[in-house]
């Protein structure tokens, strides 16, 4: 099924990754698109493929992360009947899919070792061999691949061969994310909230007021478009008064009755930011070296930290957080250099 597909942007950072994409999309050549979740990297590969002389073969997608690593290898290749348990017929692998077309390999990094074993060959010699069988096929197929981590450490961790990384980088596309392309947020904020409010079958588009507009470009982003897609049509269909949508819920999850979750323990440059002042801790525990008794000094320091910012610096309730009592909690603390030894609080 063809699927409509719009690239949406005017920021330069964007424009340039596109034009890049573009270029090498004639290119028979492998194409490696890298970039954050939500960047639209999917959308990359499909101008890939529709803008180069495969246009009219088949694109086949493969998300290399959404199936168990003993299925990965049957995916891509194939297998014959009876080649493992559950093979009850033959069946082609998305190589033989995407003959004389494009195979979009998405999540690349997650492959496992195995995987990328074969991979290889398949990419170097254009044979693959369906599990269970020992006759290879020759195949013609372009592999646009993609992945949001940075691969070149993977491979100096010994967690991705580095010729195959050699071999599907031919050209290497990089996409900016949102937070870095501002001048494009209300853009994509006006043209998915018009789609909204079609598709809600309303007369009219008010538009974003100045302060949703403010909030929208103010916000970091960390899903990039998936994630601003979400936020600008939930908004329109929420909004059923006249005049521009004033309201703009970044997380949905927010809720005075969401269910209460044990805090992780806070960095201690956050919970320093959030906290009253307090005496400094001394400067030679920092350079200690980092021996057993070291590392659960500074276990105890930051969970101290988190439980302090958890209960709102009163000591009392954290001191009962921590099934401690009141004198042993500000022991602890002052151990730490978290209070002062004169320090006095006041209990609610």
């Excluded at 994630?227 to 939930?234: G, H, I």
């Excluded at 819920?249 to 906290?275: G, I, K, W, Y």
């Amino acid at each position: 099924m063809e699927r409509t597909t719009q690239v949406i942007g005017q920021s330069g950072a964007f424009l340039d990754a596109l034009e890049l994409a573009s270029r090498a999309a004639a290119l028979d050549r492998p194409v490696l698109v890298i970039g954050e979740r939500g960047t639209g990297k999917e959308l990359i590969a499909e101008r890939l493929h529709r803008l180069s002389p495969r246009w009219d073969q088949p694109l086949v997608i493969m998300n290399c992360a959404a199936l168990p690593e003993t299925l990965i290898e049957a995916e891509l290749f194939g297998h014959e009947a009876g080649a493992f348990t559950g093979a009850t017929k033959a069946r082609a692998g998305r190589f033989e899919e995407a003959h004389r077309g494009t195979l979009f390999l998405d999540e690349l990094g997650t492959l496992s070792m195995a995987a990328q074993d074969r991979l290889l060959r398949a990419v170097e010699y254009g044979e693959v061999t369906r599990i269970g069988s020992s006759r290879p096929m020759r195949v013609d197929v372009r592999i646009v691949a993609a992945t949001n981590e940075h691969l070149p450490d993977k491979v100096a961790r010994h967690q991705f061969r580095a010729d195959l990384l050699d071999r599907l980088s031919f050209e290497v596309v990089t996409l900016p994310p949102l937070r870095a392309r501002v001048d494009d947020v209300l853009v994509l904020a006006e043209h998915f909230g018009r789609r909204m409010a079609s598709e809600l079958g309303r007369d009219s588009w008010p538009g974003f007021s100045k302060t949703a507009e403010a909030a929208l470009k103010a916000y970091p982003w960390p899903g990039n478009v998936r994630e601003l897609r979400n936020v600008a049509e939930r908004a329109v269909y929420r909004w059923d008064l006249d005049g521009p949508i004033d309201a703009i819920q970044f997380d949905p999850f927010a809720s005075p009755h969401r269910p209460a979750t044990v805090a992780p323990l806070a960095e201690p440059s956050a919970v320093a930011a959030a906290a009253p002042p307090v005496a400094a801790p001394p400067s030679s525990e920092a350079s200690a070296p980092m021996d057993y008794k070291a590392r659960l000094a500074r276990f105890e320091c930051e969970m101290l930290q988190a439980a302090m910012a958890e209960n709102r610096f009163n000591q009392r309730a954290t001191a009962e957080a921590l099934g401690l009592s009141y004198d042993q909690l500000r022991h602890a603390l002052r151990r730490h250099g978290l209070i002062s030894g004169a320090s006095t609080e006041s209990v609610a």
